[in-house]
C-alpha cells in the first residue's frame, strides 16, 4: 500500500509527510519518517512515525509488526547520529488523552541530550 494514498483527512502528521507542511525531516526510509519536534522537550526531541497513518498504538494490527520494528531500529539509529547512543535516550510512545497524545497518529518521541528524570512530569 502506498503510505500516501492511506491518510486521515487533517492529520498533521500526514501533511508533513505529504510536504504540505515544512518540517526538519532527518529521516525517511522503508516507510518510517522522522523529525525534528517543533516544541522540543530535550535538546534531542525527535518524532518518529510511520508513513502510514495509524491512529495510535491500538489500532496498530498484526501487519504492522514489521513496521514497528523499523521503527525501534529507525530511532536507534537516529539516536547514534545524534550523538545521544552511549549517554542514553528515551523512546515514548503516548496513547490516548490521558498519556498526552495530541496528535492522532501513530508517534514515537526521541528524547535525549540530558539526563531525563523518572518517573515523568
Known amino acids: 500500500m502506498n503510505p500516501r494514498e492511506d491518510r486521515s483527512p487533517g492529520c498533521?502528521?500526514?501533511?508533513i509527510r505529504d510536504g504540505e507542511i515544512p518540517a526538519d525531516i532527518v529521516y525517511r526510509r522503508d516507510g518510517v519518517l522522522a523529525f525534528r519536534d517543533i516544541d522540543p522537550r530535550?535538546?534531542?526531541h525527535i518524532l518518529v512515525i510511520p508513513e502510514k497513518h495509524i491512529s495510535?498504538?491500538?489500532e496498530a494490527?498484526?501487519?504492522d509488526r514489521e513496521l514497528l520494528g523499523r521503527i525501534c531500529r529507525a530511532a536507534a539509529l537516529i539516536a547514534r547520529r545524534e550523538s545521544i547512543?552511549?549517554?542514553g535516550y528515551r523512546l515514548v510512545v503516548?496513547?490516548?488523552?490521558?498519556?498526552?497524545?495530541?496528535?492522532g497518529h501513530?508517534?514515537?518521541?526521541?528524547l535525549g541530550g540530558r539526563g531525563l528524570g523518572w518517573p515523568p512530569g
Open 61 to 63: 494490527e498484526d501487519s
Open 94 to 103: 503516548n496513547s490516548g488523552p490521558d498519556a498526552g497524545q495530541a496528535v
Open 85 to 87: 547512543e552511549r549517554s
Open 42 to 44: 530535550a535538546p534531542v
Open 12 to 15: 498533521l502528521f500526514c501533511r
Open 56 to 58: 495510535g498504538l491500538p
Open 106 to 110: 501513530l508517534h514515537f518521541h526521541l
